[in-house]
C-alpha cells in the first residue's frame, strides 16, 4: 500500500487533474486533423528531447513554444493529447526505471495540467484555433503566456520544495527566478510557428526550426558557462590545497557546508553563488604563503603569524578583478575577522562583517576542527561543534551557528562534513 505522504499527494492531485484533461478532451482528439496533430507531436518530441539540465535536478527545454504554437493552431483540447503524447514518448525513449516511475509519469501530467490549464484559461477569453490576431486578442495572448508559466513554475517550485525538503522561496531563487524572461522570450516563436504553419504549411515549418534551435543552443552555452566557471574555481582550489596535502579536500567541504548553512538562513540564490566561489577559493591567497610554514608540525612564531594573517588580503586582491568573483571577494577577505573586532586582516566586529564571510569562518573552523592537521589529530564532531557553540557571539555571529546546528541535525552531514 502506497503511503500518502507530501510527495504521493502532489503526484496523486497532478495525476488526477491531467486524467481529468485527457478525458474531456478525447472526443477533439478523434475529430483532430491527424496530420497536423502528428506534425506538431513530432516537433514537441524534438524540443524536449534537447532539454538542458539545471540545478535541482530540473531541466529547461524549447518546448513551450511549441505548446503555444498547437494551442493557437489545433485548440487546447487536442494539444493536451500532443503534450501527452510527445512526453510519453520521450520518457519511453529514455527507458523508464522502475524506482522512478511515478516521477516521471507525474512529469507528463505536469505538461498536460500546464497546456491543458493555459490553452483553457486562452480560449475562455476569445481565443479560436486556427485564427491569430494579436491587436484583437492581446490578453488572450498575454494570459496564456502568464498562465503557462505560473502554473509550470508554481507546480514544479511546489514539487522540488516536498522533494528536496527546501522552502518554496528557495527553490524559485535557486532554479526558476530567471525563468519569466525566458517564456517572454521564447512566445514570440510559438506565435510565429502558428503563423507560419496557418499560411504556408508544414514545409514553412523549417523555418521555425532554425530561431528554435538557436534559442536552445544560447541557453546551453549559458549554462556551459556557468559550468565552467565552477570547474575553473575547483581546479584552483585543488591548485592550492596541493600546498598542504592535510587540506586536500578543505575547500569543497567548506563550500558544500557553507551552501548548506546559506541555505538554512534562506539566503537567495545570487548569494549562494558568490559563497560558493568564495568558499572554493577562500584560502586562495595561502599561493603566497611558503610551503615551510603551512606545513610546520609546531606552533608558529609571531613573524609566520603574521605571514599567515596575509592570505585573506592576498587572496581577495587575487580574485576582485575578475568580473564573476568581484562580488566574493569581499568574502574572502574578512573570512578570519571575529564578533569581537580581534579578527584580521582590519578587525572588523558585529555587523561589519559580511554575512557571507562569517558563514565562511562557521564553515571553515568546523572543516579545521574535525580534520587531522599537522600539529593534532581531528576533534570529535560533537566536541567541534561544542567549541563552537562556545565562541557563539565573540568569535562568530550566533545565527550561523544556529543553522549550522540545524544544518548537521536535519541533513545528517555529520559523515560527509569530513569525509
Request: net charge neutral.
Amino acid at each position: 500500500m502506497i503511503k500518502l505522504n507530501k510527495q504521493n499527494l502532489y503526484f496523486l492531485i497532478i495525476l488526477l487533474i491531467a486524467t481529468l484533461f485527457l478525458i474531456y478532451s478525447y472526443k477533439s482528439l478523434l475529430a483532430a486533423d491527424i496530420k497536423t496533430f502528428i506534425i506538431f507531436t513530432i516537433l514537441a518530441l524534438l524540443a524536449e528531447t534537447l532539454s538542458v539540465r539545471l540545478v535541482n535536478d530540473a531541466e529547461v527545454t524549447v518546448g513551450f513554444a511549441v505548446f503555444i504554437g498547437s494551442i493557437l493552431v489545433l485548440g487546447y483540447e487536442v494539444s493536451i493529447w500532443v503534450a501527452f503524447m510527445s512526453e510519453l514518448l520521450c520518457e519511453i525513449r529514455h527507458r523508464i526505471p522502475y524506482h522512478t516511475f511515478f516521477k516521471k509519469i507525474t512529469n507528463i501530467g505536469l505538461y498536460i495540467v500546464m497546456v491543458g490549464g493555459s490553452g483553457l484559461i486562452y480560449e475562455r477569453l476569445g481565443g479560436v484555433p486556427g485564427y491569430i490576431n494579436l491587436q484583437q486578442n492581446l490578453f488572450g495572448f498575454l494570459a496564456l503566456i502568464l498562465t503557462y508559466f505560473l502554473i509550470n513554475v508554481g507546480l514544479l517550485t511546489i514539487g522540488l520544495s516536498i522533494l528536496y525538503k527546501k522552502s518554496i522561496k528557495y527553490i524559485f531563487s535557486t532554479t526558476f527566478k530567471w525563468a519569466l524572461p525566458n517564456y517572454i522570450a521564447l512566445a514570440p516563436l510559438g506565435i510565429l510557428l502558428a503563423i507560419i504553419y496557418i499560411n504556408i504549411g508544414a514545409l514553412g515549418l523549417l523555418l521555425f526550426l532554425i530561431p528554435l534551435l538557436v534559442a536552445r543552443h544560447s541557453f546551453k552555452l549559458y549554462m556551459e558557462m556557468k559550468k565552467v566557471y565552477l570547474e575553473t574555481i575547483q581546479a584552483l582550489a585543488t591548485a592550492i590545497e596541493a600546498k598542504d596535502p592535510y587540506t586536500r579536500g578543505h575547500s569543497e567541504r567548506v563550500a558544500r557546508l557553507a551552501v548548506a548553512i546559506a541555505e538554512e538562513l534562506k539566503m537567495d540564490s545570487d548569494f549562494i553563488s558568490n559563497l560558493q566561489y568564495a568558499a572554493l577559493l577562500h584560502d586562495i591567497g595561502k599561493i603566497g604563503i611558503p610551503e615551510e610554514i603551512l606545513n610546520k608540525p609546531c606552533k608558529l612564531s609571531e613573524d609566520e603569524f603574521s605571514k599567515i594573517k596575509t592570505h585573506p588580503a592576498l587572496g581577495a586582491s587575487i580574485v576582485k578583478n575578475v568580473d564573476f568573483l568581484a562580488q566574493a571577494s569581499s568574502f574572502i577577505m574578512y573570512h578570519h575577522e571575529r564578533m569581537d573586532g580581534s579578527g584580521y586582516p582590519v578587525g572588523l566586529k558585529g555587523e561589519e562583517i559580511p554575512l557571507g564571510a562569517e558563514i565562511i569562518a562557521v564553515a571553515d573552523v568546523f572543516d579545521a576542527l574535525t580534520t587531522d592537521r599537522p600539529y593534532r589529530k581531528a576533534w570529535r564532531l560533537e566536541d567541534a561543534l561544542d567549541e563552537l557553540e562556545r565562541s557563539s557571539g565573540v568569535q562568530f555571529r550566533p545565527a550561523v551557528i544556529k543553522a549550522l546546528k540545524k544544518v548537521l541535525e536535519r541533513e545528517k552531514i555529520w559523515k560527509d562534513a569530513v569525509n
